[in-house]
């Protein structure tokens, strides 16, 4: 079970909260977290802790695509606004790769037990887009 940190739990937890589709629980259909919480109890029974089975991480996955997008516009909005600078952009990405690094490889390991194979996934599904954005803006 995972532990409460206030509002970052509530950034880690946001697509649980979300999940749209429905799985039958008690012999009732529950959506969003319940749902969620059901799905992945059924594939850590089924393939181990920590495997989130395909349809669960393609889904965690997009969260993560959306975020690293959204990301990446309200960092060329504020280096443009604030900083006036273009070169401003390079330093917030350094900046979250440096934080998604972290977060990914240290802090989700010691507090949800997440595998190696899930934070590399994540840290890519998080920094490939930074990466396109700087190559084509490098040629």
Request: charged share 20%; aromatic share 20%; net charge positive.
């Amino acid at each position: 079970m995972r532990k409460k940190h206030g509002w970052y739990e509530a950034l880690v937890m946001l697509p649980d909260r979300l999940y749209p589709f429905q799985t039958e629980v008690g012999g009732r259909l529950v959506r969003g977290v319940r749902s969620y919480n059901a799905r992945l109890a059924r594939y850590e029974r089924e393939h181990g802790p920590g495997r989130y089975g395909y349809g669960l991480e393609a889904y965690r996955q997009l969260f993560h695509l959306t975020g690293s997008i959204l990301f990446l516009a309200i960092a060329a909005y504020l280096s443009q606004t604030f900083f006036s600078s273009t070169g401003a952009i390079y330093v917030f990405l350094a900046i979250a790769v440096l934080f998604i690094s972290f977060q990914e490889f240290y802090l989700h390991r010691r507090m949800y037990q997440q595998l190696w194979k899930k934070g590399i996934i994540d840290w890519l599904a998080w920094c490939l887009p930074f990466g396109i954005y700087l190559f084509s803006h490098f040629r």
